[in-house]
């Protein structure tokens, strides 16, 4: 059974400070890790993805991968209120993505003005 | 068009009949996914396409979903004989070759 693995929060963050989001994956034989951001009633909107251990950054996006621990993190820097919503980590296999994509259930994150 | 489309956006139906799902994915993406949302639940993998073709239809909930894709783009998801319990989002993603998908808008599905 592939789990996917988030703190639901809410995650309340003050305006300008560093957001750290948290996911532990079960299925060592994942190979491909994305983030996706959900605003409430919306459908999921790739924030980033990561293939190799290590960071990858993307504007005020930062992920970090370690297949070793099993963990994969995001960190938004310089956070807005308009970064408020639901972070769903997801994790696949190679090939495509044919089995699909295992979502966490998500953590609710609050900017604070 | 620029991004997946899906119809429609809100499906209401009374317990026992059956509903068709409408998604057409990015022009040119060849693998298409469906999801369901489910409130307070995460995205439940259900079933994929690699062009026409559905490898695994394994997670699909029941014998009551069937979901199928012509001409390589358009795809049907069906539920017949709907229940409450099938009350959700359902979304349908797309992605070319690659591992990123892209979300559509979703169908509210409400079963009365």
């Known amino acids: 059974q592939k789990e996917v693995e988030q703190n639901s929060g809410p995650l309340s963050v003050p305006e300008g400070a560093i957001a750290s989001l948290n996911c532990t994956y079960s299925?060592?034989?994942?190979?491909?890790f994305f983030w996706y951001r959900q605003y409430s009633g919306k459908s999921p909107e790739l924030i980033m993805f990561?293939?190799?251990?290590g960071d990858k950054e993307d504007g005020r996006f930062t992920a970090q991968l370690n297949k070793a621990s099993q963990y994969v993190s995001l960190l938004i820097r310089d956070s807005q209120p308009s970064d408020s919503a639901t972070y769903l980590c997801?994790?696949?296999?190679?090939?495509?993505?044919?089995?699909?994509?295992?979502f966490g259930k998500g953590t609710h994150l609050i900017i604070q003005p | 068009g620029a991004g997946v489309s899906q119809s429609p956006s809100n499906k209401v139906t009374e317990k026992g009949k059956d509903v068709e799902l409408r998604c057409d994915p990015i022009?040119?993406?060849?693998?298409l996914y469906w999801y369901r949302q489910s409130l307070g639940q995460g995205l439940e993998f259900l079933i994929y396409?690699?062009?026409?073709?559905?490898?695994?239809k394994s997670g699909l909930p029941s014998d009551r979903f069937s979901a199928e894709r012509t001409g390589g783009s358009v795809s049907t998801l069906t539920i017949q004989r709907t229940q409450q319990e099938d009350s959700a989002v359902y979304l349908c993603?797309?992605?070319?070759?690659?591992?990123?998908?892209?979300f559509g808008p979703g169908t509210r599905l409400t079963v009365l």
């Open positions: 993603a797309s992605s070319q070759n690659t591992d990123t998908q892209y």
């Open positions: 299925d060592r034989g994942s190979q491909s």
């Open positions: 990561i293939y190799s251990n």
């Open positions: 997801a994790v696949t296999r190679e090939g495509g993505g044919a089995d699909g994509l295992t």
């Open positions: 022009s040119g993406h060849t693998a």
């Open positions: 396409f690699q062009g026409n073709s559905a490898p695994d």
